[in-house]
């Protein structure tokens, strides 16, 4: 193992990828490096498959192709116990947070360490406390999810989602449907965490101008690969016509304002010919 | 033409794919090392849903269905001059037939539909899905309880249906209609066999319960996660498990009393 490639914690070659479901190809040939104890970001289009990408490294799907290592294991060919330990280094955000509706919030932290460790009650609390206190919500262990608000229950699966001290954090989508200021709290608290617990973030977003705020190194996604990554400033400075549409939220672009469609023209005058024109 | 035959297909591969999914999920949940320090709390959780919220529901149709019972049968028992067999009348008709069946078909609108409707919301809140990458098995922690919870409270509920139906027709027959008390109960007692009809009872009820409550969970874990899809599963749950009862009921009263 070089050095470079051990300072990536997950390491991504050659991805291939459709849903069972349909024919639609989400991923060709993908290669994707996550450096380690960095805040990387994901970004692209809505609908391009990043939230697929962080269940392919979760190990919740399975490519049809290609590798995923994650600290030098390759998680699609892993046992489904083998799995399960890599996944206790691992832990991820949901867009929705997730939260188990039946229990309150202090439950849902405790959980995983009640799941996954002998510890005592007493260390719990004292666990599930510095944790609350970390995302601010010390006082509100005793509310149950549906008493929260969207900014606070990310804020409690956050909690929970560094309960076991995680070394790989993945956040899908975590400043969606956010107001502003709890989308700075969450902002600041994705740094934080990274750089007091020593994490990697992989954060999943079409939120730009927030994610290139922190992130260490920014990959963009269109077109079913990775189209270009760097730093924050790189990317700026870039002359790519789609880089710089994605940045600065065009319309239209190389990213085309129109589902492919035979031309309106040819639509609405009923030319047969239309579909050899689609895309 | 031919667009209609590759439906046919799509819909007898679906249906094929659908069960093979049921089968694996009910493998994966119920297959593994028991952790009963883990398991016990979240069984007796999912007992009282499943079962003891449903006790309302099952103790007054059993009280209705006892009492037409009662009525129906003396009117028709009356006119032979044989209103001494009201007793075992009632108590085979429910024994056999209506506490194992009408308590499957009541367990599945209430407690199925519940279980399905459940599921399917917390895999589309992603629940299903955190649990998962909190590499906690949903299937053992989920699906699992939820699934001997309803093995183990349906024939109970059925048992405590025909109970209390046996105990509405003897209020319509004797308290009502003026049978007589004794004859009413020493009939049905020299009448009723454990094992023909109590113990045959039973064992439709626990074949019921597998099917009820394996469909319900199938249908909320493999339902399509948005709120149609979701309501669609629990239609679905109530409908196919229907059908499941009375066609199961027929192929057992075939083979137990045929």
């Known amino acids: 193992m070089t050095s470079a490639q051990m300072d990536d914690l997950i390491v991504i070659e050659n991805l291939d990828f459709a849903h069972s479901y349909g024919a639609h190809q989400v991923y060709k040939g993908l290669s994707l490096r996550i450096p380690r104890g960095k805040i990387t970001a994901i970004m692209g289009p809505s609908g391009i498959g990043k939230t697929t990408l962080l269940r392919l490294m979760g190990g919740q799907l399975k490519p049809q192709r290609g590798t995923i290592e994650f600290a030098g294991h390759n998680i699609p060919e892993l046992s489904r116990s083998h799995l399960y330990e890599q996944r206790k280094r691992m832990s991820m955000l949901f867009q929705s947070g997730a939260l188990f509706t039946d229990m309150s919030v202090y439950d849902n932290i405790a959980f995983p360490l009640r799941e996954h460790s002998k510890l005592s009650e007493e260390i719990i609390e004292t666990i599930v406390l510095m944790k609350l206190e970390a995302v601010g919500l010390r006082g509100a262990r005793h509310l149950m999810p549906a008493e929260l608000s969207g900014g606070m229950a990310r804020r409690a699966a956050l909690a929970r989602a560094i309960a076991l001290d995680p070394e790989l954090i993945m956040y899908d989508e975590p400043f969606a449907g956010q107001d502003p200021i709890s989308m700075g709290v969450i902002v600041k608290l994705i740094k934080s965490l990274n750089n007091s617990l020593g994490l990697t973030s992989v954060v999943v977003t079409h939120d730009v101008a927030e994610v290139l705020t922190i992130a260490d190194k920014v990959v963009i996604i269109a077109d079913k690969k990775v189209v270009a990554e760097g730093s924050p400033e790189e990317l700026k400075n870039s002359d790519d016509p789609l880089i710089h549409q994605f940045l600065s939220g065009e319309a239209d672009g190389p990213v085309p304002f129109h589902y492919r469609a035979p031309s309106l023209a040819e639509e609405i005058l009923g030319a047969q010919q239309g579909e050899s024109h689609a895309g | ?258």
Request: hydrophobic letters at 55%; aromatic letters at 8%.
């Open chain 2, 1 to 258: 033409m031919l667009d209609r035959i590759a439906g046919l297909g799509k819909a007898v591969l679906d249906s094929i794919a659908g069960a093979g999914q049921a089968m694996v999920m009910l493998l994966r949940a119920l297959i593994g090392k028991p952790q009963l320090r883990k398991s016990w709390p979240l069984l007796m959780q999912q007992m009282y849903s499943v079962g003891v919220l449903s006790l309302i529901i099952i103790v007054v149709s059993g009280l209705f269905i006892g009492m037409v019972l009662g009525l129906q049968g003396y009117t028709i028992l009356v006119d032979f001059g044989a209103e001494q067999s009201l007793g075992p009348m009632v108590a085979l008709s429910l024994l056999r037939e209506l506490g194992p069946v009408v308590t499957a078909l009541l367990f599945a609108g209430r407690a199925g539909s519940a279980l399905t409707a459940e599921i399917g919301l917390m895999k589309a809140t992603e629940q299903l899905s955190s649990l998962e990458m909190m590499a906690v098995d949903p299937l053992r922690r989920v699906i699992s309880p939820r699934f001997w919870a309803g093995f183990y409270s349906m024939p109970l509920l059925a048992l405590i249906f025909s109970a209390v139906g046996i105990y509405g027709g003897y209020l319509v027959g004797v308290r009502w209609l003026g049978v007589d008390d004794g004859a009413f109960w020493s009939v049905m007692q020299a009448n009723v066999e454990w094992g023909q009809d109590i113990l045959n009872g039973i064992i439709k009820s626990l074949v019921f319960a597998f099917v009820v409550t394996w469909i319900a969970l199938h249908k909320g874990y493999h339902c399509v996660p948005t709120s149609v899809g979701i309501s669609r599963a629990t239609t679905s749950t109530v409908v196919t498990a229907s059908l499941a009862v009375l066609g199961l009921d027929f192929v057992l009263t075939a083979l137990m009393f045929g």
